[in-house]
C-alpha cells in the first residue's frame, strides 16, 4: 500500500466527486444513504460477554460516512439516524430503538466522531495509510468518550467497569475497522486521481 497522498481538489471529499447537477438532491441522498447505511451495518452485532455492548458494524459505517461524505453531511447523516432510532425504527445495534438503552451514548458519539472525522478529511486526512488511521483512531476516541460514560451513567456500573465492557473488548475490532478504511479511503483517491 501506497502512503502516498493524491493531490486531487484540495478541500474536497470523496462525496464532492459525485456529480452535482442537482446538488441539493445529491446531498439529500448521501444524507438518507448515510443513515440507512449506519443502521443497516448496525444489524451487525455480535454480543460480548460481560457487556451490554455488542460488537457491531455502526462505528465502521459512522466513521466512512463522516470521511466520505464531510462534517456536514456526515453529521446530518447521524443525526438522521439517530432522531429515527429514537422514533422507534429498530435500527440501532441488534434492532433496537430509542434512547435509553446502554449503548446509545456511543450513537451520540458517532455523530460527533462522524463530524470530526469529515472535517479532517476536507483538510486530506484520507488520502494516505497513516493519515486515514490517524483519522480513525481520533474518530474512535470520540465514540468511547461519550459512549464509556453514558454506559456507566446508564447502567450504574463504575467508570473503570464501563472502561473494562465498553472499550477494552473493542479495541482488536476497532483496529480491524481502522486497517479497513486505511486501505479503502486513500485506495479510492488514488483511482480518483488516475480518473482525474
Known amino acids: ?29 448521501l444524507v438518507a444513504g448515510g443513515a440507512a447505511l449506519t443502521g443497516l451495518a448496525a444489524q451487525i452485532a455480535v454480543p460480548v460477554p460481560g ?5 457491531t458494524g455502526q462505528t465502521f459505517a459512522a466513521l466512512l460516512v463522516g470521511t ?29 430503538s430509542g434512547a435509553g438503552g446502554a449503548s446509545f451514548g ?3 458519539g ?22 486515514t488511521a490517524g483519522t480513525m483512531v481520533l474518530g474512535s476516541a470520540v465514540i468511547y468518550a ?11 456500573m463504575s467508570y473503570g467497569a464501563a472502561v473494562a465492557a465498553g472499550l477494552t473488548p473493542f479495541l482488536i475490532g476497532d483496529a480491524l475497522k ?9 485506495a479510492a483517491w488514488q483511482l480518483v486521481g488516475r480518473r482525474g
Open 1 to 29: 500500500m501506497s502512503t502516498a497522498s493524491v493531490s486531487f481538489r484540495p478541500g474536497a471529499v470523496l462525496a464532492d466527486l459525485l456529480p452535482a447537477s442537482a446538488s441539493r438532491v445529491r446531498d439529500i441522498a
Open 51 to 55: 457487556s451490554p455492548v455488542p460488537v
Open 68 to 96: 466520505a461524505f464531510g462534517a456536514r453531511r456526515g453529521f446530518l447523516s447521524l443525526a438522521l439516524y439517530a432522531l429515527v432510532g429514537m422514533a422507534g425504527v429498530p435500527w440501532f445495534a441488534g434492532g433496537t
Open 106 to 108: 456511543y450513537v451520540l
Open 110 to 131: 458517532m455523530l460527533l466522531a462522524a463530524t470530526l472525522v469529515g472535517a479532517l478529511a476536507r483538510r486530506g486526512a484520507d488520502r494516505s495509510v497513516l493519515r
Open 146 to 156: 461519550v459512549g464509556v460514560p453514558y454506559l456507566a451513567l446508564s447502567t450504574g
Open 178 to 186: 481502522a486497517a479497513l478504511a486505511m486501505g479503502l479511503l486513500p
